[in-house]
């Protein structure tokens, strides 16, 4: 009688009560001892609870039981696929799926395929997804409308977006979820009219819509950035909506919307109505707005304000930095995350990734595909691989780029993959080799963009390719692309570049833009490279015209009137600059060095070893001197001597930072500078010497591109 009553009351009562992983495992004891561990009915009881416990030792005490049941029904099944579905180990929910199909003894019912497309979306893997759809259609589930709702947003999430549609228009029954679940993914695929017109097909159907809906279209209004959208879709949500006020999820939204379409008073207004320190979201959203309008001291002033700082909030900050040129303080804050023990995620690595691009930091790029995403570079996740190469190619290791981009299967690279891997064979001189991987793209069957024209054009012009140029320029309206300012500013680069002035001068005025200052600079740069100071002074007419307060362009048309001789025009550009008050933006260079960057501004002598440097300042010009070198003075318009105008050209940035690597660098190592500005014709021609002089390779990246020092000579073959 005893073991009856346990068997029939006491211990399904105990079962139902259990709230803990020991009660359960205490209640599986007490079923053993009194010889019930057989019973079907105990062992299902106990399989649902571990495996629905949402703990690791649960489920694996849910598997030892399962494999003990002889005929597992359907709920068994279902219940331990619904475990692991939502587990650390999604996998396992497709393994024991496929198990059930190959014993043939149960079949999958509506509430199987769930479960399992919520596997392949945790898994991020598209092929078993695409596999389970087949299934659903084979037993007949494709109408059921929770398992449609599930499948569109299992292709929402893998940017299928017209698969995701063709199973939305598949049923004619829909519901708020459908809507909701096909809102988003239009949003997430940046296609914000499709996302737009759904829910006024929505509204048109009477399906009233919830928070999430809104959550939704505000994304979508980020993508669009029209704010006039963005504030009718606020306003409907005061109409539709009662609890706007105590959803911070929706007030969340909306912050975000306003920050990414540049409506900071707006998004402020709605921080304001929030309890500070509950959404780091929000506080978050609005740092990355106020560096995206450039107000960098704001959104730094925010986050110094904030209680709490998630990942997220450290990444919008380290963002910010990275998108306004500040890669310095990008990376130091990154340290200061660090050693706060808060580890980055893709999202961060991505935007340190583009810092270290900016400055040229090879080594600390280096330590950060080390330790971060050195196990998945080979194309699982395409932004980082993106962004790892576009840094090793900005870093001018363009090599070990190449080798990364070539060992990604060709089913994983996309158009963006390729254009930074032709934008960095661009910014080398490597122009034939960036062709090779436009061609190859074409046979990959992946379209080029506008992007892709703008680097291979690039390429062909650094690396004097014009018949190529002119090909490739006029291909682009096979490929449905209209050439926009920067392939015209491109393709007369190109022109100049090759003396073809005339042919430049005569495609700017038949363009069907007016031109900006970058097409005008290319024509004025190759007016100083081939002498042609006639067609010189009107290219920089027009510069100081569009950019009458921009240092630079004072600075390129008086060196421009030196080149030619055109002394005292020359120094009337620079008396109209003094007369206004311009100032010519001060030239700088970086060298990493131990993972520190050494920053040498022109003429400074400030550095902790400048009485090295200076040193061995004097040695490179002594050396240079004895191997029959003579400084080029052309450029310094200046009142002085020959002796004071070779002095000004030997302390340009890029020499002090020379003189810095050779003191520091070990034998062999590859010295690399980055520079702010174009370098000028004598330090160019002293580097091509001194790398023979000290057997030393050297690097530059100038605001042009890459140059490569090695045996006297230089990679640009003096054509830049």
Avoid at 66 to 83: M, V, Y
Wanted: with cysteine.
């Amino acid at each position: 009688m005893k073991r009856l009553f346990l068997e029939n009351s006491s211990l399904p009562t105990l079962l139902e009560l259990c709230k803990s992983l020991k009660q359960a495992l205490q209640i599986h004891a007490q079923i053993a001892i009194h010889g019930l561990h057989h019973h079907f009915f105990y062992n299902s009881r106990l399989v649902s609870f571990f495996a629905l416990s949402g703990c690791k030792d649960g489920l694996l005490h849910s598997r030892i039981l399962f494999s003990r049941i002889d005929n597992p029904n359907i709920f068994i099944w279902n219940t331990l696929i619904r475990g692991y579905s939502r587990s650390d180990s999604p996998h396992e929910a497709l393994v024991l799926y496929m198990s059930m199909l190959s014993r043939g003894t149960e079949s999958p019912n509506n509430f199987t395929f769930p479960f399992v497309l919520n596997s392949c979306t945790r898994l991020s893997s598209f092929e078993p997804g695409s596999q389970i759809h087949c299934h659903i259609i084979k037993f007949g589930f494709e109408f059921d409308l929770f398992i449609r709702n599930a499948l569109i947003h299992l292709y929402s999430i893998f940017g299928c977006i017209n698969h995701a549609h063709k199973v939305f228009e598949g049923n004619s029954v829909r519901d708020l979820v459908s809507y909701n679940t096909m809102i988003n993914g239009y949003a997430q695929v940046k296609q914000p009219c499709a996302a737009l017109w759904l829910f006024r097909e929505m509204q048109n159907s009477c399906i009233q819509p919830d928070a999430f809906t809104f959550v939704a279209l505000f994304s979508a209004c980020s993508v669009l950035n029209d704010p006039s959208v963005g504030k009718q879709v606020h306003a409907l949500v005061y109409k539709n909506l009662s609890s706007i006020y105590s959803n911070m999820l929706l007030k969340t939204a909306v912050i975000d919307m306003y920050a990414k379409c540049g409506l900071m008073n707006l998004a402020e207004q709605v921080l304001s109505t929030m309890e500070m320190g509950k959404s780091t979201a929000a506080w978050s959203s609005m740092i990355s707005g106020y560096a995206r309008v450039g107000k960098i001291e704001s959104a730094r002033r925010l986050f110094d304000q904030m209680d709490q700082r998630d990942v997220v909030s450290w990444t919008a900050m380290i963002s910010g930095y990275s998108q306004t040129g500040l890669f310095v303080e990008a990376l130091e804050l990154f340290e200061k995350m660090k050693s706060l023990g808060i580890q980055p995620d893709e999202v961060t690595v991505v935007a340190l990734l583009s810092a270290c691009a900016g400055l040229g930091a090879l080594d600390f790029g280096r330590r950060l595909h080390r330790q971060y995403i050195e196990n998945v570079i080979f194309g699982r996740n395409i932004f980082l691989t993106t962004a790892v190469i576009d840094m090793y190619a900005k870093c001018g290791s363009i090599d070990t780029a190449l080798d990364i981009f070539y060992k990604i299967p060709k089913n994983l690279k996309t158009v963006s993959l390729l254009n930074s891997m032709i934008s960095g064979l661009a910014q080398h001189g490597l122009g034939k080799a960036a062709i090779a991987i436009f061609q190859e793209m074409e046979l990959m069957g992946l379209k080029p963009d506008r992007v892709t024209f703008v680097g291979i054009l690039c390429a062909c012009s650094h690396s004097g390719l014009v018949e190529d140029g002119r090909k490739l320029f006029e291909s682009m309206m096979n490929y449905g692309i209209k050439p926009h300012m920067e392939h015209y500013g491109c393709m007369v680069d190109i022109l100049a570049r090759d003396g073809c002035l005339d042919e430049a001068y005569d495609l700017i005025k038949s363009m069907p833009y007016e031109a900006n200052s970058v097409i005008w600079r290319a024509l004025m740069g190759g007016c100083r490279l081939h002498g042609n100071a006639e067609m010189g002074k009107i290219a920089g007419q027009r510069l100081l015209e569009l950019e009458p307060n921009h240092g630079a362009r004072y600075v390129l048309l008086s060196n421009m009137l030196a080149s030619t001789n055109q002394w005292e025009e020359a120094r009337r550009v620079r008396k109209l600059m003094d007369d206004k008050g311009i100032h010519k933006p001060p030239g700088w260079s970086y060298i990493e060095f131990n993972g520190t960057l050494h920053r040498f501004v022109a003429s400074k002598k400030s550095h902790p070893q400048a009485k090295e440097i200076e040193l061995m300042l004097t040695d490179m010009s002594t050396k240079l001197k004895s191997a029959g070198y003579i400084p080029n003075t052309r450029q310094v318009v200046f009142d002085v001597d020959e002796e004071e105008k070779e002095a000004v050209v030997s302390y340009h940035s890029e020499k002090l930072a020379l003189a810095f690597g050779l003191i520091n660098s070990r034998p062999k190592e590859t010295i690399r500078i980055m520079k702010n500005l174009r370098i000028c014709g004598d330090c160019h021609s002293a580097f091509k010497l001194l790398s023979e002089i000290y057997a030393t390779e050297m690097m530059v990246r100038d605001a042009i591109r890459f140059h490569h020092f090695k045996n006297g000579a230089c990679s640009c073959m003096d054509f830049w």
